[in-house]
Structure formats: C-alpha cells, structure tokens
C-alpha cells in the first residue's frame, strides 16, 4: 500500500474515538492580516499571494501587526488518488509549501480557505467527508489559518460540523488560528466559543456605506448594515473568541472619511482587522489608514472588550470602548452626508459600561483627549467637547486619566 494511502488510512480509523480542542493561546488580540476574496474573488495566483506578501511588508503594514496572508475560495484543484487536496496546478505550480515557506521567510503567516460543505461557495472541492485529511495536509503545508464556510452543506449540523473540523485540525498537530463562516445563521456566538477563534457574523460585506445588495439567494450589506447588526453580541468577544464583521473594504469605499470610519469602528468593535484591498497599489491615504497605529491599539487592547453605543441621535453615534489601565477610546460617527456638530458635556454624561462594570466618571477624572487620526492632543475633559464631524466620517479620541 502506499505512504499516503497508509497513512490517511490509520487517520481515519481513529476518527470515531478522536477527540480535541481547539488551539489556546491564538488570537489572544483580534488577528490582522489580509485576505484575497474581496478585492480580487476567483483570480488568484502564487504570483499574487507573493506580490501582497511583499507589498505588506513594503508598505509597512506587517510592522502594523498585519501578519496572516489568507488565500480564499479558487486555490484548489482536484484531490489525488489517495484523496489528499491538491493546489491548482496552473495557478500554483509551485504548491501550497513552497508558497508557505516564502510567507514565512517575510515574517508572515499563511491562511487558507475550504468550505465544511461538499463544495465550496465556488463549486471547488469542499471538506465535508475529508475533514481530518485536509488537517493533515495543512499541517504539511505549513498554514496558519483556515477560513471555513457554510456553502453546499444541506442539512448538517453547523456545531458538528464546525467541532469535526476543529478537531480535525486538533489532531494534525500543527496551530492554526479558525476562523468560523457560517455567517451568523446558527448564532455561532451561543456555541462556538471553544471551538473557533473568530465567527462571523453577517453576511458577506460589500463596499458601500448603508446598503444591502440583493443576489436572489443571499444578500450582502453594506458597511453600516453590519456595525448595526453587532448589536447584543459585544458580551460573547473576548480574547481567543471575536465577533467577525467580515474582511474591512478599507481602500475600496468611496471616501476617505468613509474609510477612516470603516477602520474606526472595527477597532472599537474589537474585531479582526483582515483587510480586503489590493495593497500592492493603494493609495498613501488608505495605507496611512491601515497603518494607524494608535486606532490598531485601540483594537489590539489586551482588555479584549468590544465597544458599545453611549448615544445614538441624528444619525450621530458616540462609542466607547474600555482599555488597559484605565484608559477610554471614544468615537463619533457621522452617518449623515452633511457634517455635523457634536456637543459633548462630559461632566453630564454618564458613560458605563454596564456589562464589564466600568465606569469614566468624567464627573470625578479628568482625562487627556488623543485625536488618533490627527495624532494630537485635543486638551481635557475639564471642558466641554464642542466639534464639526464630517459626513459619512468619524473622529476617534484616546482618553488617558490624569
């Protein structure tokens, strides 16, 4: 018998009695990296997962914290005799090792996508029946990350399918950060805290401010559909399981102010920072977005607590998000075209963050105001906020006690 073929053999006997876990000490802060499907879907190479690669380097994003480069749909080709998945031959002649290899030589990790259906969302090969021989070629591969879907599975069982596979990847051996998307349909914030790092939690994004694209069978919101769509779900987030908004459209809105807001409220969201742009040609507006390092500590709080509304009026919401040693974010979103201007009493507002049982007390604590867009101070608290906030656009404060 064959290498492969024994080897799979003795994996699948072991199947029924295989427990697992899934890997700790992963995605202790939401992970950051870069995915291929929103900019470019099925037109994916090796020639273009090095190009990112070394454009997130060159562009200073990796220093940012972007680590993991995550191929989506379309990477595969058929399974071989033994079964074992198998790279496009044309598309990545060199196969998933050597390309893993070159990521890791830039100081980057390597993500991969499947689908927990017969096929993925793309009609490739899917897991389903193959899910602890997948495992092991990852593992040989050398990935990092597995985005996971929900297409083509009929009546399965989504908690079942999503701990097969949890652990599937358990049993290989190798740490791979799991990225559940069955996009929310199952509430997989009920159960899937000890099974993945991240799940979805909508739809699949789309790059426009406040719609919903309608594709007959599925739907896709856009960026202000889904912030609205968190809503009650801030208490299942924590280190080592995130609410996933889906992959940021960074770069790809219609403004720059759309994309700071975009940027801005992801990280008070504490959400995985995945960007979907083409970075090998973005702008310096958008790469000075993605490399903001004051808003990414903002998400990359060791707290891991996700931000809430304080107020919502006029299309004007203010945020806050808790953070380590005392500090706040606070954002003011503008969801209206025109600008708008906020007054903010900080003396008569009584923020709280009920859920963690954490208070600012802006009537007792004065606190340093950090324009982290400007990358400036903005004077105290002492005072009274009065400011013009641009339309579709948000300003974004870090509040340190004095």
């Given at each position: 018998m064959r290498k492969p073929a024994l080897l799979y053999l003795i994996v699948?006997?072991?199947?029924?009695?295989?427990?697992?876990?899934?890997?700790?000490?992963?995605?202790?802060?939401?992970?950051?990296?870069?995915?291929?499907?929103?900019?470019?879907?099925?037109?994916?190479?090796?020639?273009?997962?090095?190009?990112?690669?070394?454009?997130?380097?060159?562009?200073?994003?990796?220093?940012?914290?972007?680590?993991?480069?995550?191929?989506?749909?379309?990477?595969?080709?058929?399974?071989?005799?033994?079964?074992?998945?198998?790279?496009?031959?044309?598309?990545?002649?060199?196969?998933?090792?050597?390309?893993?290899?070159?990521?890791?030589s830039k100081g980057l990790k390597l993500g991969i996508y499947s689908d927990a259906g017969s096929k993925t969302c793309a009609g490739r090969p899917g897991s389903q029946g193959h899910e602890y021989q997948d495992a092991l070629q990852y593992a040989r591969w050398g990935i990092d990350y597995l985005k996971y879907d929900w297409c083509n599975t009929g009546t399965r069982n989504a908690p079942e399918a999503y701990t097969t596979m949890r652990n599937a990847l358990y049993a290989a051996g190798r740490p791979i950060v799991f990225s559940i998307c069955e996009w929310g349909d199952n509430q997989p914030w009920t159960w899937a805290k000890d099974i993945g790092h991240l799940w979805r939690t909508t739809g699949d994004i789309i790059n426009c401010w406040d719609c919903i694209i309608d594709h007959g069978s599925w739907k896709s919101p856009g960026v202000m559909q889904i912030l609205d769509k968190q809503d009650g779900l801030r208490q299942h987030a924590g280190p080592g399981h995130w609410n996933d908004p889906d992959m940021m459209e960074v770069g790809d809105m219609d403004t720059v102010g759309e994309n700071r807001a975009h940027f801005a409220m992801w990280a008070m969201l504490a959400a995985p920072l995945i960007a979907g742009?083409?970075?090998?040609?973005?702008?310096?507006?958008?790469?000075?977005?993605?490399?903001?390092?004051?808003?990414?500590?903002?998400?990359?709080?060791?707290?891991?607590?996700?931000?809430?509304?304080?107020?919502?009026?006029?299309?004007?919401?203010?945020?806050?998000?808790?953070?380590?040693?005392?500090?706040?974010?606070?954002?003011?979103?503008?969801?209206?075209?025109?600008?708008?201007?906020?007054?903010?009493?900080?003396?008569?507002?009584?923020?709280?963050?009920?859920?963690?049982?954490?208070?600012?007390?802006?009537?007792?604590?004065?606190?340093?105001?950090?324009?982290?867009?400007?990358?400036?101070?903005?004077?105290?608290?002492?005072?009274?906020?009065?400011?013009?906030?641009?339309?579709?656009d948000v300003l974004m404060y870090r509040l340190s006690k004095q």
């Open positions: 699948f006997l072991l199947i029924p009695t295989a427990h697992g876990q899934k890997f700790d000490d992963l995605a202790e802060t939401p992970p950051m990296g870069w995915n291929s499907w929103n900019t470019f879907a099925c037109d994916i190479d090796e020639a273009l997962i090095r190009e990112t690669a070394d454009a997130i380097v060159a562009s200073g994003m990796r220093d940012a914290g972007y680590v993991y480069v995550n191929i989506d749909d379309c990477w595969h080709g058929e399974r071989d005799e033994d079964g074992f998945i198998q790279p496009h031959p044309e598309r990545f002649p060199s196969g998933m090792k050597a390309l893993a290899d070159y990521v890791h742009n083409d970075v090998r040609s973005m702008t310096d507006a958008t790469r000075e977005i993605l490399t903001n390092r004051e808003v990414i500590a903002v998400d990359q709080d060791t707290l891991g607590i996700q931000g809430f509304p304080h107020k919502k009026e006029n299309d004007i919401e203010i945020w806050f998000k808790p953070l380590a040693g005392d500090d706040w974010a606070m954002a003011i979103l503008n969801r209206n075209a025109e600008a708008r201007t906020v007054a903010f009493d900080w003396a008569e507002e009584h923020v709280e963050d009920a859920l963690k049982n954490r208070r600012p007390h802006f009537d007792q604590n004065t606190f340093q105001i950090r324009d982290l867009f400007a990358h400036a101070d903005k004077g105290k608290t002492a005072q009274p906020l009065k400011i013009s906030v641009p339309g579709h």
